[in-house]
């Protein structure tokens, strides 16, 4: 599984980003999809997330009612919305997939076995 991310660049706070990530897999649709983010000096941290249908989602609280993920199976795709974006959004982020991932385990950057290159993401104040 290839992990293709784009759609990251420079916005002023408050502004919005759409974050894309193509996968390079003919069956998309058995693998559980998150993004998750890497600030400069600090660890990996999770995001969001989206069930294999796109039925289920999860957020992590700092961008919960802000963020958006979506996925498109026929596209092989998954977005990222980020609206009312913060400084301290400011990150490299990575999309990542799972084919044995499931709602309980989500988060956790260890459950995910394909990830992409990163896109970076800069917030200014």
């Known amino acids: 599984v290839q992990l293709q991310a784009s759609g990251g660049g420079l916005v002023q706070a408050g502004g919005s980003l759409r974050l894309s990530c193509a996968a390079s897999?003919?069956?998309?649709?058995?693998?559980?999809l998150a993004w998750f983010r890497q600030a400069p000096g600090k660890e990996r941290e999770f995001v969001a997330s989206?069930?294999?249908?796109?039925?289920?989602?999860g957020y992590a609280d700092s961008v919960k009612g802000r963020f958006t993920i979506s996925r498109d199976n026929a596209k092989r795709t998954v977005i990222l919305q980020m609206n009312s974006l913060k400084p301290e959004d400011t990150a490299v982020y990575y999309c990542?997939?799972?084919?044995?991932?499931?709602?309980?385990?989500?988060?956790?950057?260890?459950?995910?076995?394909?990830w992409g290159q990163g896109t970076r993401v800069t917030v200014s104040s």
């Open positions: 990542a997939a799972g084919s044995t991932v499931i709602s309980s385990n989500a988060y956790n950057p260890t459950a995910y076995g394909y």
């Open positions: 989206i069930s294999r249908d796109g039925g289920g989602t």
């Open positions: 897999v003919r069956t998309f649709n058995n693998y559980r």
